[in-house]
């Protein structure tokens, strides 16, 4: 048996009388279930991560939209002019608003903004 452990490791690890590869292995059964556990909770961690993050519900397009909050910039002919999100829009109130006024987003027709006062 000693023959094969020749073959495998180097004579200088075998020459070594403080190499514990060959004479002590009771100090490499902590070391490979510490490595394990420690390899196990990443592949756990990062499993949870991955399902938490697919299961998040994204909001994209005109769908984010309705009620978002939007000030009252400008009033025009047809209606408001809004900024919502860092852009202007153009919206509509069955209410009359005034400009400065912070409006809820009830409804999208397009690009158009159907706007309610914000309570």
């Known amino acids: 048996m000693q023959s094969l452990f020749a073959l495998l490791i180097p004579l200088s690890l ?8 060959l004479t002590d ?13 420690i390899s196990l909770a990443f592949i756990i961690y990062s499993i949870y991560f991955i399902i938490k993050s697919r299961s998040i519900e994204t909001d994209t397009g005109m769908e984010e939209m309705i009620g978002l909050d939007a ?6 002919e047809d209606g408001y002019l809004v900024k919502c999100h860092s852009e202007t829009w ?7 608003l005034e400009i400065n006024q912070i409006v809820k987003v009830d409804a ?9 006062p914000k309570e």
Do not use: N, R
Not at 14 to 21: D, G, Q
Not at 71 to 76: D, Q
Not at 90 to 96: M, R
């Open 25 to 37: 292995c009771k100090h490499l059964f902590p070391i490979l279930i510490a490595s394990t556990l």
């Open 14 to 21: 075998i020459a070594s009388e403080k190499t514990f590869i």
């Open 90 to 96: 153009e919206g509509v109130s069955d209410i009359p």
């Open 108 to 116: 999208l027709a397009g690009l158009l903004l159907h706007l309610k």
């Open 71 to 76: 000030k009252v910039i400008a009033k025009t």
